[in-house]
């Protein structure tokens, strides 16, 4: 075997280790066992980004900014929890660009184009057609557009919770707040959801064609069960 | 139980969260069509939600060796741990080398045969020391004169012999003194030197083992 090939079995190796043992070869002066480290979360990490500034753009200069924190900041990181060590510093990246962005006034958060899907929120169509717009309009583009609504710390639960999985505590770990506020911010946020969709009639009529289309998968399954 | 009394959004979806709201929320959405529908609906929103697909990533962040380099400064005990080393590893040649050196200069060099004019009128003995301290005495510059300048003279009467070089009366005996160069094992300076480099060798080592542990820890 070449040089080449034992170096490819050697990196080959490390991507089987612990985030915590990749951190240490890190810190101990093996820079580049952090591009493993990042290979391992850059989609967490972009999901998380993506979703909380909600614009791509943006999204990817947070993504950047936050691996880059985390390189300059990985002397302090002292084990445990990496994942949760490193969307926190992702979360901060992706709040202070919204915080930016809102200030600049041409510019605000809330005036941006509802991304990614492309599709216009029911709302803003010249004739909402409930009809055509069920047929147009998938019900992940509207929670896309839904999301865009919610305050940035309550998209980053909503994405850590509900869109990724994780737990309560990782979350507040994440956030930086107690699990009892994670919560009911978390309740607030799908309320708020909820309160948005069901603002107008064609996302209504979206919500409760989804609605009722999970009840009759329970339905159908419950007979199977049984 | 309050008539027309319907939990907020809020509340339901707190009690969906964990079930362990308020307990009038938990028996009034058990009953109530309306809430159970937006129960349902805050339920339908949670697994949409879970549903949402990731994001395509829109490139690697990986980073280049130079930004890895540059973003992350080497920390100031690396480049003093870098030096120790180096001195370890040059003084540690140096040991070895004047271990060797040392070694094979006093087994193989040739024993020296000097020869200095005496006075006739000398007793033997005495001149066979005064040939042993010139040679002693003799300035050396490099390994070879340093052996024979450091080695014993054994100026014992059994290894001192006299020649007569010439039968004439006015000239005088040449003292012919053997000197045999003794290991330089039993010198001060090559003792002193080979000390000298041994510790700042162990030292410097040392140092740039324990130097990254002292730093961190402090």
Redesign the interface.
């Known amino acids: 075997m070449g040089w080449a090939g034992r170096e490819s079995g050697v990196e080959h190796d490390r991507t089987q280790w612990s985030d915590d043992a990749l951190v240490a070869a890190v810190v101990a002066g093996d820079f580049a066992a952090f591009n493993l480290l990042v290979e391992r979360y850059q989609r967490l990490v972009y999901a998380v980004t993506r979703r909380v500034v909600h614009d791509a753009a943006l999204a990817e200069d947070a993504t950047q900014e936050a691996f880059i924190r985390a390189y300059r900041a990985l002397d302090r990181y002292r084990g445990g929890n990496f994942r949760a060590w490193l969307l926190r510093i992702a979360a901060n990246c992706a709040i202070d660009i919204v915080r930016a962005q809102r200030q600049q006034p041409t510019q605000s958060l809330d005036a941006m184009p509802v991304e990614p899907t492309g599709a216009t929120p029911l709302a803003e169509t010249a004739h909402p057609d409930p009809e055509r717009v069920v047929d147009q309009v998938s019900l992940h583009s509207l929670l896309e557009a839904a999301l865009a609504q919610l305050s940035p710390e309550q998209r980053l639960l909503v994405t850590l919770i509900d869109i990724e999985g994780l737990s309560y505590e990782e979350a507040s770990d994440i956030a930086g707040i107690p699990v009892g506020t994670v919560k009911s911010r978390l309740s607030r946020a799908r309320a708020a959801l909820r309160s948005w969709l069901c603002a107008d009639p064609a996302r209504r009529e979206l919500l409760t064609a989804y609605v009722r289309s999970l009840q009759q998968k329970e339905a159908t399954a419950e007979p199977e069960q049984s | 139980m309050q008539r027309g009394w319907h939990p907020?959004?809020?509340?339901?979806?707190?009690w969906?969260?964990?079930g362990a709201a308020d307990e009038r929320v938990r028996i009034h959405a058990q009953h109530c069509a309306i809430c159970q529908?937006?129960a349902?609906?805050?339920a339908?929103?949670?697994?949409?939600?879970?549903?949402?697909?990731?994001?395509a990533?829109?490139?690697?962040?990986?980073?280049t060796?130079e930004e890895?380099?540059r973003?992350?400064p080497?920390?100031w005990y690396?480049v003093w741990q870098r030096l120790f080393r180096r001195v370890a590893l040059v003084t540690a040649t140096a040991f070895a080398l004047l271990l060797f050196a040392g070694a094979s200069l006093a087994l193989l060099l040739p024993p020296v045969m000097l020869a200095t004019p005496t006075a006739a009128a000398a007793p033997r003995m005495l001149q066979a020391q005064a040939i042993a301290s010139s040679a002693a005495a003799t300035p050396a510059s490099g390994p070879a004169l340093s052996v024979a300048r450091v080695a014993t003279v054994q100026a014992t009467p059994a290894e001192a012999t006299f020649e007569q070089a010439s039968t004439r009366p006015d000239v005088a005996p040449t003292a012919s003194v053997t000197i045999r160069p003794t290991p330089l094992l039993y010198d001060a300076r090559w003792h002193l030197s080979l000390l000298v480099l041994g510790l700042a060798s162990l030292l410097s080592l040392g140092l740039s083992i324990l130097l990254?542990a002292v730093a961190?820890r402090g």
């Open positions: 907020s959004d809020e509340e339901l979806a707190a969906l969260l964990d529908q937006t349902a609906e805050l339908a929103i949670g697994r949409a939600l879970r549903s949402l697909p990731a994001p990533l829109p490139r690697s962040f990986t980073l060796r890895l380099a973003l992350r080497e920390p690396r990254p961190r």
